[in-house]
């Protein structure tokens, strides 16, 4: 199963990374084209409208819809599910997408409410043949240094990150790991009926 001490590996990783894209000074193609949906997540964060409890759900709500606009979850998916991923049929990896981007908002929403303050040092952008890397540095309110790569690609015309190395690292291989395990301990099947059970849990 993909358990609590799973998720508090994996968690920091988005949490981390969709506040690490905040407004840069100069940015290229790549970062331009996620800053307006950071922009969104940012201040949905630190709108005092939607700060109480009572709003809660609207917040995540609209959290969800910027999150979802940026990440390539269809391919994060089939990346995570590997070589099991061309076995499936069509509704299968449709229902197996909607479970990982879920898994996904449900896991990170509640780290990304906690991160709002961070400053942001932007590295180096590199742009090759519909594919991008764009390096952040997250300097926390202690001091702390993380280095986060996005690994990006052009969809439709537009940058999707389909991967999140942070520190060394990467984010989907966290997730291709755990469901590998899972696979080959019992199958295709079960791996589903976990992902199931996480978002019946809410």
């Known amino acids: 199963m993909i358990g609590p001490k ?5 968690a920091p990783l988005l949490a981390a990374s969709l506040l690490a894209l905040a407004p840069a000074a100069w940015a ?4 331009n084209h996620v800053k307006d949906t950071v922009d969104k997540v940012i201040s949905i964060l630190r709108d005092p409208a939607l700060r109480p409890e009572a709003r809660r759900a609207e917040r995540r709500a609209k959290i969800r819809k910027a999150v979802e606009n940026e990440f390539d979850f269809a391919e994060m998916a089939r990346s995570a599910l590997a070589t099991h991923w061309d076995q499936r049929t069509l509704s299968e990896k449709k229902e197996f ?27 180096k952008e590199r742009i090759e043949n519909g594919y991008a890397t764009v390096d952040t540095i997250v300097v926390a309110k202690k001091g702390q240094e993380v280095l986060i790569r996005y690994s990006m690609h052009k969809v439709n ?35 589903v009926k976990t992902l199931r059970a996480k978002q019946d849990e809410g």
């Open 6 to 10: 799973a998720c508090l590996r994996i």
């Open 28 to 31: 290229g193609e790549p970062t």
């Open 97 to 123: 997408v909607d479970l990982f981007s879920r898994m996904i908002e449900r896991t990170y929403i509640g780290k990304i409410e906690l991160y709002t303050d961070e400053t942001i040092r932007y590295g």
């Open 157 to 191: 015309g537009g940058w999707k990150v389909y991967d999140v190395t942070v520190e060394g690292n990467r984010m989907v291989k966290n997730f291709r790991d755990q469901f590998q395990s899972i696979i080959r301990r019992s199958s295709y099947e079960d791996l």
